[in-house]
C-alpha cells in the first residue's frame, strides 16, 4: 500500500474500509498465520479509539483500562486491555476477547470486514488469490445449495428447532448429480469438484439422502456433516467430506465463558434447542486434540463442560479431553449421563431442567484424583493419610 494511501488510513480509517470493501477482496479467505500476524501488529488501543472507545494508561505497567465498550457502564472500571497479548476483558460480565472479537460483537462488522480493516490499520497487505480459494468458493456454494432445499425433516425428527437449522444453515443433499450439475452451471469442472472431493469415484455427488450442518471457521467453509436419514440403508450413518478436518462445530458462534462440548452436532443443537447456546462438538468420541483446547482459548473460553454419550466410548474420550482442557489451562469438567443414553435424547425426552438433575457432573480434577487412587489400597491410601497428618502435626509444634 502507498504512504499516501496508509496516510488516509491512518487519519481516515472509515473512508479507506470503504474503497477496500468495494473491491474483490471481499471474498478472501485468510490463513490462521496470517490473523496472527495481522494481530501482532496492530494495536487494540487504537482499534477501540478509532470506534469511540475511551482508553486510559493505569498504574500497572501493562494495563490500559476501557470504558462505554461492552456493558454501557462510563467508568474506567469496565474493562481493562492486556498490552503484552493485546486482549481486552469487560469486568463487568466477563467478555475477552482480541481486536477481531471487539469488532466483529461490539462495532457490527463481519468476520471479513474486521480483517480488511485490520489489514489496513496494520499497513499489512491482504494476500493473494489462490487455487485454495476456488475450493472455498465450491464448498460455499454447496453449502448455500444444500441449504436452499429446504428439507429438514431428519432434523426436526430429532428435536431440533427450525430457527436453529436456519442458524446453522442446515439442509439436505438430494444426491445424483444434483449439486455437480449446480456448480458445472457456475463454472467448476468435475475435475476440479472430484479434487475437492464433492464427487465420488464415480462422479457422483458424494453427498446424497443426507441432512446436512456446513462446518465453518472463521467465516469460511472448511467440511460438511452429513446424517443418513435413512438408518437401516445407510451404510455410513455420519459422513464427512473431509473427515480429518481439526474442526468444532459451531465455532464461530462461540463467546467466551463456559463451553459446552459434545461428541455430535445433533447433540450440540438439540442442547441450543432448548437454551444451552454456548456449545461445540467435535463430531467423534475421541476426536479432542490440543489443538481444539487452543481453539477454544482463541474464542475466549475459560471453562469446559464435556457432554459425551453414556457409554465406555463416550466416557473415556471424555476424561481425555477435559485432561487436555485442564492441561491448556481451562477449568474442565465432565457430565455422566445415565449408561446407554446420549444428550440428545434425553434432552428431548426430560427437557433442559430435567436433563440437567439427571446427569452428575463432576470437576477433572476430582475425577483424576479418584483414577490415581484406585490404584492404591485402602492400607495405603489410609498410611499416607497418617504421614500427612503427622507432618501438619510436626509443622505446627515448631511454630
Not at 480459494?133 to 464448498?139: P, Q, V
Amino acid at each position: 500500500m502507498s504512504s499516501q494511501r496508509l496516510k488516509l488510513a491512518e487519519k481516515t480509517p472509515h473512508l479507506a474500509i470503504v474503497e477496500r470493501k468495494e473491491s474483490s477482496f471481499t471474498k478472501m479467505h485468510f490463513s490462521t498465520d496470517y490473523i496472527d500476524q495481522l494481530l501482532a501488529n496492530v494495536s487494540l488501543v487504537d482499534v477501540m479509539k478509532a470506534h469511540g472507545v475511551k482508553v486510559k494508561i493505569g498504574s500497572a505497567k501493562n494495563d490500559m483500562y476501557i470504558a462505554d465498550f461492552c456493558c454501557g457502564k462510563s467508568d474506567y472500571d469496565n474493562g481493562r486491555i492486556k498490552k503484552k497479548t493485546q486482549t481486552f476483558k469487560c469486568e463487568s460480565c466477563g467478555a475477552y476477547g482480541n481486536a477481531i472479537h471487539f469488532l466483529t460483537r461490539y462495532s457490527g462488522k463481519t468476520f471479513q470486514e474486521a480483517i480488511v480493516e485490520l489489514a489496513e490499520m496494520a499497513g499489512m497487505d491482504l494476500p493473494e488469490k489462490t487455487g485454495e480459494d476456488r475450493k472455498h468458493l465450491a464448498l460455499k456454494l454447496a453449502a448455500e445449495f444444500y441449504h436452499k432445499q429446504e428439507n429438514y425433516d431428519y432434523f426436526l425428527s430429532r428435536g431440533i428447532s427450525l430457527d436453529v437449522l436456519k442458524k446453522y444453515k442446515a439442509g439436505y443433499a438430494p444426491g445424483g448429480r444434483s449439486l455437480r450439475n449446480h456448480l458445472e452451471q457456475l463454472g467448476f469442472t468435475k475435475e476440479e469438484l472430484t479434487e475437492f472431493k464433492l464427487l465420488n469415484k464415480k462422479g457422483l455427488d458424494k453427498f446424497f439422502y443426507r441432512a446436512i450442518i456446513p462446518i465453518y471457521m472463521n467465516g469460511r467453509v472448511v467440511d460438511f456433516y452429513g446424517r443418513a436419514i435413512n438408518d437401516e440403508n445407510a451404510g455410513v450413518k455420519h459422513l464427512y467430506l473431509y473427515g480429518d478436518s481439526n474442526f468444532l462445530g459451531g465455532y464461530d458462534f462461540l463467546v467466551s465463558g463456559l463451553v459446552t462440548i459434545f461428541e455430535s452436532f445433533i447433540d450440540q443443537l438439540v442442547a441450543e434447542t432448548h437454551g444451552n447456546a454456548n456449545g461445540t462438538n467435535t463430531g467423534g468420541a475421541n476426536k479432542f486434540s490440543k489443538e481444539h483446547a487452543k481453539l477454544l482459548k482463541k474464542r475466549g473460553a475459560t471453562k469446559g463442560l464435556i457432554l459425551f454419550d453414556g457409554d465406555p466410548a463416550g466416557q473415556e474420550g471424555a476424561y481425555n479431553a477435559a485432561e487436555i482442557l485442564q492441561a491448556e489451562g481451562l477449568e474442565s469438567w465432565i457430565g455422566y449421563l445415565p449408561e446407554g443414553e446420549d444428550p440428545a435424547d434425553l434432552i428431548t425426552k426430560k427437557g433442559m431442567e430435567d436433563f440437567k438433575s439427571s446427569i452428575e457432573t463432576k470437576p477433572f480434577r476430582e475425577v483424576e484424583m479418584f483414577n490415581l487412587l484406585s490404584q492404591y489400597t485402602a492400607e495405603e491410601i489410609q498410611k499416607y493419610l497418617e504421614h500427612l497428618s503427622n507432618k501438619e502435626g510436626t509443622s505446627h509444634g515448631e511454630l
